[in-house]
């Protein structure tokens, strides 16, 4: 069964540093996100690219935030500048497109800021 | 996007059949409703979706009224393995409604043995 992969599955870094986040959505799929979910928390909206572009964003995605699809089949997600507050479950999800619903969600990056 | 109320938590034991609501008094006339369910530190996971009566699947049945105003999830015979979050959403995805798939705080459900 295809599957949205992330890497990395952990990750820690220095305040202050940058972090991309990888993702690779099923193939053939039109739809993009990028979620967070700070532990005990909700699942959380960023970011949603659909044709090579962003269709729509929530307040948290910031200029500290950026995603691309550099090169057809990866989704990345850079945050520029950790906070201690990114500290966070980030899920990829990808979905075919048209009328159907369903969104496949990765197992999640665990970033780690420090 | 159409704002939806679930209970925050519910308990139940292993073989019964557990009942889901969520309100969506807002619906508009292109949503659907989409049930996601969640186990701590994994990804969301698709579980099913209906726009009106009846739909079922192997895992689970989605009850809408004619006023769609609501919606029952129903698992059948819970196990342990079915403690989890369950998240209710509403959207259209042919007019952007998916564009952004919001979830709520959904409910934890715990399943006793």
Same mark, same amino acid.
């Given at each position: 069964?295809?599957?949205?992969?992330?890497?990395?599955?952990?990750?820690?870094?220095?305040?202050?540093?940058?972090?991309?986040?990888?993702?690779?959505?099923?193939?053939?799929?039109?739809?993009?996100?990028?979620?967070?979910?700070?532990?005990?928390?909700?699942?959380?909206?960023?970011?949603? *690219?659909?044709?090579?572009?962003? =269709?729509? &964003?929530? +307040?948290?995605?910031?200029?500290? !935030?950026?995603?691309? #699809? $550099?090169? @057809?089949?990866? *989704?990345?997600?850079?945050?520029? =500048?950790? &906070?201690? +507050?990114?500290?966070?479950?980030? !899920?990829?999800?990808? #979905? $075919?497109? @048209?009328?159907?619903?369903?969104?496949?969600?990765?197992?999640?990056?665990?970033?780690?800021?420090? | 996007?159409?704002?939806?109320?679930?209970?925050?938590?519910?308990?139940?034991?292993?073989?019964?059949?557990?009942?889901?609501?969520?309100?969506?008094?807002?619906?508009?006339?292109?949503?659907?409703?989409?049930?996601?369910?969640?186990?701590?530190?994994?990804?969301?996971?698709?579980?099913?979706?209906?726009?009106?009566?009846?739909?079922?699947?192997?895992?689970?049945?989605?009850?809408?009224?004619?006023?769609?105003?609501?919606?029952?999830?129903?698992?059948?015979?819970?196990?342990?393995?079915?403690?989890?979050?369950?998240?209710?959403?509403?959207?259209?995805?042919?007019?952007?409604?998916?564009?952004?798939?919001?979830?709520?705080?959904?409910?934890?459900?715990?399943?006793?043995?």
């Amino acid at each position: 069964e295809p599957e949205v992969t992330q890497t990395p599955s952990h990750q820690v870094t220095q305040m202050g540093q940058e972090v991309i986040l990888r993702c690779v959505p099923i193939s053939n799929h039109l739809y993009f996100y990028w979620y967070r979910q700070i532990l005990g928390q909700k699942v959380e909206f960023l970011v949603s *690219f659909y044709n090579n572009e962003i =269709s729509e &964003k929530s +307040e948290i995605f910031d200029d500290q !935030f950026s995603v691309e #699809r $550099p090169d @057809g089949s990866n *989704f990345t997600l850079k945050i520029r =500048s950790t &906070k201690l +507050e990114d500290s966070a479950m980030y !899920f990829c999800a990808s #979905r $075919p497109g @048209g009328g159907d619903t369903e969104a496949f969600f990765g197992q999640g990056t665990r970033l780690t800021v420090v | 996007l159409a704002k939806t109320t679930q209970p925050i938590s519910m308990d139940s034991y292993e073989g019964q059949e557990v009942n889901i609501t969520c309100s969506h008094n807002n619906i508009a006339t292109n949503d659907y409703i989409t049930w996601y369910q969640q186990f701590p530190s994994q990804g969301p996971r698709f579980i099913i979706q209906g726009y009106k009566t009846k739909v079922t699947n192997e895992v689970a049945s989605l009850f809408i009224p004619a006023d769609r105003k609501s919606s029952t999830l129903s698992l059948p015979r819970v196990s342990l393995s079915d403690t989890a979050v369950y998240y209710c959403l509403v959207g259209s995805p042919l007019t952007g409604g998916y564009n952004k798939l919001i979830f709520g705080a959904g409910t934890r459900l715990a399943v006793h043995p």
